[in-house]
């Protein structure tokens, strides 16, 4: 067990629809990354926040955002759903703002019809 | 940006024998090297780094090399055992527009044989 959760595991959901996805760090950690696993893309970087400000940002879509609240744990919001976006989402969490010592959660896996 | 390429996709390996896994990257100025384990239905598990002013680690049955020179570096993972069997993944650390970020390769399926 990692120490970081998301909730829910499983999504199902239409094309078009919008949905949350919620994740909680490991204690003391600052920064929450958001990663996209698909068996054609891999695991590709969506977006970081550390401390409540966005800080880097990878292949995130515009239809995608995200948001790092006081207490630390993040929602990923996903909008104008298509079929492409059926896809684990992982949420990783690490003491400090540089990438390093990333520990993961479980991930939601989403599923779009 | 950063890329990294992964080989083999996947491994098999009779239980005791070792298994290397070996990444390359692009950026040469990438300087953290992290290897995940992902089980089913699970979420990438770190099990080693290592960067770049360090040219071996090692943690128990698995060790990391890197070569900074040839930009790559390798998983070793000696007396396997059915518990390894996962998905293996290597990323790199690279700078882009003042920000870091992790490129992953593409993962290695390594499977253990009883």
């Known amino acids: 067990d990692s120490g970081v959760t998301q909730t829910p595991k499983h999504l199902i959901t239409a094309t078009g629809q919008r949905v949350t996805l919620r994740c909680s760090p490991r204690?003391?950690?600052?920064?929450v990354y958001w990663y996209q696993q698909s068996l054609d893309q891999g695991l590709q970087f969506l977006i970081q926040y550390y401390n409540g400000e966005e800080r880097a940002k990878g292949n995130i879509l515009e239809r995608f955002s995200a948001q790092q609240f006081p207490d630390l744990h993040s929602e990923l919001n996903l909008s104008s759903l298509e079929l492409g976006d059926s896809a684990l989402y992982f949420c990783?969490?690490?003491?400090?703002?540089?990438?390093?010592?990333?520990?993961f959660g479980p991930g939601t896996r989403l599923t779009v019809l | 940006g950063e890329n990294v390429e992964q080989h083999p996709s996947t491994l098999s390996v009779q239980e005791g024998d070792s298994a290397v896994i070996k990444c390359t990257y692009s950026?040469?100025?990438?300087?953290?090297f992290p290897w995940y384990k992902q089980e089913l239905g699970k979420g990438p598990q770190l099990i080693i780094d290592?960067?770049?002013?360090?040219g071996e680690k090692k943690d128990q049955r698995i060790a990391v090399t890197l070569n900074k020179t040839a930009k790559h570096f390798s998983l070793h993972i000696t007396e396997t055992q059915p518990e390894d069997s996962a998905v293996y993944f290597c990323?790199?650390?690279?700078?882009?527009?003042?920000?870091?970020?992790?490129?992953f390769g593409a993962g290695t399926t390594v499977t253990v044989r009883a």
């Open positions: 990783a969490s690490s003491v400090g703002l540089a990438h390093t010592e990333q520990f």
């Open positions: 204690s003391g950690d600052l920064s």
């Open positions: 290592i960067r770049s002013n360090v």
């Open positions: 990323a790199a650390r690279y700078l882009l527009s003042n920000d870091y970020k992790l490129s």
């Open positions: 950026d040469s100025a990438s300087n953290y």
